[in-house]
């Protein structure tokens, strides 16, 4: 199963997505950043689940974003060996 | 098909370059969320719009509210919503207690909304809350409380419980009370901390600021020297960031740097702990404010 790439709650208020710091293909390390999000107190940086591959993004620069919502996925490096 | 985002809704525009945050990995925030939940329990977290919430509910830590979540006052800088207050739950004090013992938590904060309705101010309900806690986990215990319009017998009551740490927010200084804190009196506040440590010299009295909401250099100097005056031991500085468009809107953002300056200022005037930054709140990372500093008493 790859893994999903969430966003989590941030406490309500309008969040939106700013950039993605990689691109569908690229490897990712757990922890890394992955996705910055931008609220009205402050800028998140979401960091990568896991080990892998970025395989697909389902939110894009200025989307508005929810809690769970389903950002991208990442087939993690075990599952590809 | 995806809907089209709420735009006078979304954050228009960029942030300075600190005031970012990397979010924890994992889902351990879902844990905590699903907790308050199920015991019903309010937070500060949350109807404050804190920036922390995914950090410390990831680190399985909430400061929680109690008395409701409608307050009595109409505070400029402050989310949580006015109006008719709520009747208070009388069950309130064993959920908070289960939740502080399912979180495993060993030092649990608890504030409430500004309850100007009831005759104690809701003194009695936090007594409550500080034994339950501290009957169910043994955990310390600090109270982030309202002013109770300075009516020195329900800070007895609260002071009564014995709580380890007791926090009462000035939030600013004096010239912008009136925009910030709407009913709050600067000299009540810094009457109720000096009253505290007067009562129990071996409660830890804390106090905490926002600043970037217009004033001073020099006014904060002269509120920090109240403080200490007033026996104070644990100060925090933090940003202050309007939760909607409607609040007061941020005068200036300050730099970390500047936050270090200022914090190095305050640590001459003799506070136990000073903690400052932009996202420095009273509650974050509590614990780690209070434990080097346990058997200390820089009023002795």
Redesign the interface.
């Known amino acids: 199963m790859p893994k999903p790439i969430?966003m989590?709650?941030?406490?309500?208020?309008?969040?939106?997505l700013?950039i993605w710091y990689a691109e569908p293909g690229e490897r990712v390390l757990?922890?890394e950043?992955l996705v910055?999000v931008?609220?009205?107190?402050?800028?998140?940086?979401?960091?990568a689940?896991a080990t892998g591959t970025l395989t697909e993004k389902y939110a894009f620069p200025?989307?508005?974003l929810q809690p769970g919502q389903l950002l991208g996925l990442i087939l993690e490096d075990t599952l590809l060996s | 098909m995806?809907s089209l985002?709420?735009l006078a809704?979304?954050?228009q525009r960029?942030?300075p370059d600190w005031?970012?945050?990397?979010?924890p990995?994992?889902?351990e925030?879902?844990f905590t969320?699903r907790l308050l939940a199920e015991l019903r329990l309010e937070t500060v977290?949350?109807n404050a719009?804190?920036?922390n919430?995914?950090e410390c509910?990831s680190r399985r830590t909430a400061t929680f509210m109690i008395l409701g979540n409608v307050c009595t006052r109409p505070c400029g800088f402050c989310s949580v919503p006015r109006g008719e207050p709520l009747e208070i739950e009388n069950d309130e004090p064993e959920r908070l207690a289960e939740a502080a013992y399912r979180l495993r938590l060993k030092h649990v904060v608890i504030t409430s909304v500004t309850r100007d309705d009831l005759p104690d101010g809701g003194a009695e309900h936090f007594r409550r809350c500080i034994l339950a806690v501290r009957q169910r986990t043994g955990a310390a215990v600090e109270v982030l409380t309202p002013d109770f319009l300075g009516d020195r017998s329900a800070l007895d009551t609260v002071i009564s419980a014995r709580p380890e740490v007791f926090n009462h927010n000035l939030e600013t200084v004096p010239r912008l009370y009136r925009r910030v804190r709407g009913r709050a009196d600067y000299q009540r506040s810094l009457d109720l901390l000096a009253y505290v440590k007067q009562q129990d010299r071996t409660i830890i009295t804390k106090t905490g600021l926002m600043l970037g909401l217009g004033e001073t250099l020099d006014e904060l100097l002269d509120v920090l020297a109240d403080v200490r005056a007033a026996g104070c031991d644990i100060l925090t500085l933090g940003q202050y960031?309007?939760?909607?468009?409607k609040h007061i809107p941020v005068a200036r953002y300050v730099p970390p740097e500047e936050f270090d300056r200022i914090a190095a200022n305050a640590r001459r005037f003799g506070f136990l702990q000073v903690v400052a930054g932009p996202?420095v709140r009273s509650s974050y990372h509590a614990d780690e404010m209070v434990r080097p500093h346990a058997q200390t008493d820089p009023n002795a």
């Not at chain 1, 931008?38 to 960091?47: C, H």
């Not at chain 2, 960031?241 to 468009?245: E, I, R």
């Open positions: 969430q989590p709650d941030l406490g309500g208020g309008p969040v939106r700013s757990e922890g950043r910055e931008l609220t009205d107190r402050a800028t998140f940086e979401i960091v689940p200025n989307d508005p | 995806r985002p709420l809704e979304a954050p960029r942030l005031l970012k945050k990397p979010l990995r994992g889902n925030d879902f969320h977290c949350v719009r804190c920036p919430q995914a509910w960031l309007a939760p909607t468009l996202f």
